[in-house]
């Protein structure tokens, strides 16, 4: 069977899984058995994936009596999709297994299964797709069956977060729809070969970027284009939110760097990397603020995929300043971290997603205020989450850390560009780059602190019980893949070579993965500069290992007994601890007046008054606050003025239809 047949049958059953899955009876076995299936497809379409840029076979393209005449239903297998298909079928597969523990609980698991695998195989379809009618088909199943899972629960609060990710998406599928409007151009060629082919230039050229970044950076997240992220992902089960927050984004993603550096990539200026890079920088350190202000464990996860969705824009905007300056070695070190933190980041955020689900399993709370000393009862889980929590902190050894080290190599090269404005853009989005790692490191420090050490804030924590096995397996292989990314990078960095080279004409130089000493990765050909993984791991180990040995063999054996440090305060009560909220306290107060209009409102009863004193913040996302509600309100005024229209008569609407066409008309003749 060849790749093109793995791909038709790999897409064919995981549409059947879903039009199964609508007529069986839900049962633990069958659940079981359906997420078990879907898992299998999607090994069935990572193979080719894998295969592809291994062997590298050259094109696949396969055309189906489908889609639009004369043109067809357009399927393409290049070294990009051939990436992506890696990235969201890994994930799939993963989560998938995850469910086969996790969804047994489901409250209605038939609301659910259909739409996974239907979701599972549009993410695929749309990175297969090779004319915009099948792009934008893929994309708008894409976003239905996505929809329809964050409506799963029926809940108030995935009520108006389906809203919201419903107008949302629907405005992404309208940008991309004008976008290939303009790449089609008169002539209509809609094949993604024919577009090539003639690529636009000039203002249309423009036009396209801005309408990507609206359609393509709606649905991965950019600011202020975020706001359905930290409704939707909370709202919709955890495996979904680990397949959203870790895979959709990614998909997003793809659409963008397709258009932009594959349709139109001949027609790229340098200035397109100032809007970009603003917008990212923007991104990462909005992202990361947001997620230090939350206490809900899976809204602060979502506003972290913000701030990496930024992170990997870096990556892009800097890609193109390189590429459109025809400094190939830069291009390529920009776009191979961009792609290695889009799988890196496909790892980190799973396992942390499961693992928040998992917690939300055994306790039935989000609040991290309501939990804590989960590492008791919880250890396996605890350990998985730490292990994500450090690799989106990047921190060595692990993957989060190579793909931002990757990043900010790229932004030391800056300085051979020849524009000044670049060379002062970039120097503050590092800047950026940099504060949001620090805040990022900080932020699951509280997270993991608060939600898994300590004493329990709550009876259910208290009483929480480990996840299930087939959760645990789960989270155990993406831990295992993000620690052995982060060891062996100079791998995976290789890997990137053929994709790096499709997209902007060359690779990382040949030292990047050093022949004497195949574990170092070495951005730059003169080695200024270098990473060793497995280094950084032995040391780590062997530092752990001898400072315990040395503890326990020279610290003193001798039984003091003495008051426990009580924080100053003498109760022994768990409401007492160190909260979320204390510690981001000082963050608050020195970034969310600003930033978030924060206010603190204190009710201190006066003495004698046995009433418990209240604290209270309230904080405004400028996002909703300055654009959506005002837009909102514009929105709703002018429907009420137009309203008058649905009282016409036939004879006036006759004549508004005339009138409608004939300026069409007059439009098409000044565009030929």
Request: aromatic share 12%; hydrophobic share 55%; with cysteine.
């Amino acid at each position: 069977m060849g790749i093109a047949e793995l791909l038709l049958t790999g897409l064919a059953i995981m549409f059947a899984i879903g039009l199964w899955s609508v007529f069986f009876h839900a049962g633990a076995n069958r659940i079981r058995a359906t997420y078990g299936a879907i898992a299998l497809a999607c090994l069935f379409l990572l193979l080719p994936g894998i295969g592809y840029i291994i062997a590298a076979p050259g094109t696949v393209s396969i055309v189906l009596p489908l889609g639009l005449p004369d043109v067809g239903m357009r399927l393409r297998l290049d070294f990009l999709s051939a990436f992506f298909l890696v990235v969201v079928n890994l994930g799939g597969a993963v989560s998938s297994l995850y469910a086969m523990g996790y969804g047994v609980h489901e409250a209605r698991p038939g609301r659910v299964l259909p739409f996974v695998a239907a979701f599972v195989a549009a993410m695929n379809l749309v990175i297969l797709a090779d004319d915009a009618f099948t792009f934008l088909l893929a994309w708008e199943m894409m976003s239905l069956t996505s929809w329809a899972l964050v409506m799963s629960s029926r809940e108030k609060e995935a009520e108006r977060a389906g809203l919201v990710y419903f107008v949302m998406a629907s405005f992404s599928g309208i940008m991309l729809l004008f976008a290939f409007g303009l790449l089609a151009g008169a002539g209509g060629g809609y094949g993604f070969e024919q577009i090539r082919l003639a690529p636009p230039s000039g203002p249309v050229a423009t036009g396209v970027l801005v309408l990507v970044l609206l359609g393509a950076g709606s649905k991965a997240g950019l600011f202020p284009l975020h706001v359905w992220l930290p409704l939707a992902h909370p709202a919709a089960p955890s495996h979904v939110s680990a397949l959203m927050s870790a895979v959709m984004t990614k998909v997003a993603v793809y659409g963008a760097i397709r258009i932009l550096f594959d349709l139109i990539g001949p027609a790229m200026v340098w200035w397109w990397a100032i809007p970009v890079l603003a917008i990212a920088g923007i991104t990462t350190l909005m992202g990361v603020l947001y997620a230090l202000m939350q206490h809900d464990l899976k809204r602060l996860l979502a506003y972290h995929t913000v701030e990496n969705i930024g992170i990997i824009f870096i990556g892009l905007g800097l890609a193109m300043a390189f590429h459109a300056n025809g400094q190939t070695a830069g291009a390529a070190l920009a776009m191979g971290a961009a792609l290695l933190h889009v799988f890196n980041h496909s790892l980190f955020k799973s396992l942390l997603f499961l693992g928040s689900g998992a917690v939300l399993h055994a306790t039935g709370e989000r609040d991290i205020d309501r939990l804590g000393g989960l590492i008791h009862n919880m250890p396996r889980t605890a350990f998985f989450f730490l292990v994500g929590s450090a690799a989106i902190s990047a921190l060595p050894p692990l993957n989060g850390f190579v793909s931002e080290w990757l990043t900010f190599q790229s932004v030391l090269a800056s300085s051979q560009l020849p524009q000044m404005s670049l060379k002062f853009l970039i120097p503050v989005t590092g800047v950026m780059l940099a504060l949001a790692a620090a805040l990022a490191a900080a932020c699951f420090v509280k997270a993991f602190g608060v939600t898994f050490l300590g004493r329990p804030r709550s009876d259910m924590a208290g009483k929480a019980r480990e996840t299930d096995r087939f959760s645990l397996v789960a989270m155990g292989l993406l831990a295992t893949l993000c620690l052995l990314v982060g060891i062996f990078p100079g791998q995976a960095v290789q890997a990137l070579h053929p994709v790096v080279g499709f997209l902007v004409g060359g690779g990382l130089p040949t030292e990047a993965v050093t022949p004497a000493v195949p574990l170092s990765l070495t951005p730059f050909a003169d080695g200024r500069s270098s990473y060793n993984g497995m280094i950084i791991f032995v040391f780590l180990l062997v530092s752990a290992s001898f400072t315990a040995w040395f503890v326990h063999r020279f610290a003193s054996r001798t039984t003091r007994r003495t008051d426990s440090w009580d924080c100053g305060h003498p109760e022994d009560n768990p409401l007492a601890q160190y909260t979320a909220a204390s510690f981001s306290q000082p963050i608050r107060r020195v970034f969310g007046a600003n930033v978030f209009s924060a206010r603190e409102q204190v009710d201190m009863p006066p003495p004698g008054d046995n009433r418990p004193a209240r604290f209270a913040v309230s904080m405004d996302d400028p996002a909703w606050k300055y654009i959506f509600t005002p837009l909102s309100t514009l929105v709703t005024w002018v429907s009420r003025r137009v309203n008058v229209l649905q009282q016409l008569t036939i004879r006036r609407y006759l004549t508004l239809v005339f009138f409608w066409v004939v300026g069409l008309l007059i439009v098409v003749a000044l565009w030929n």
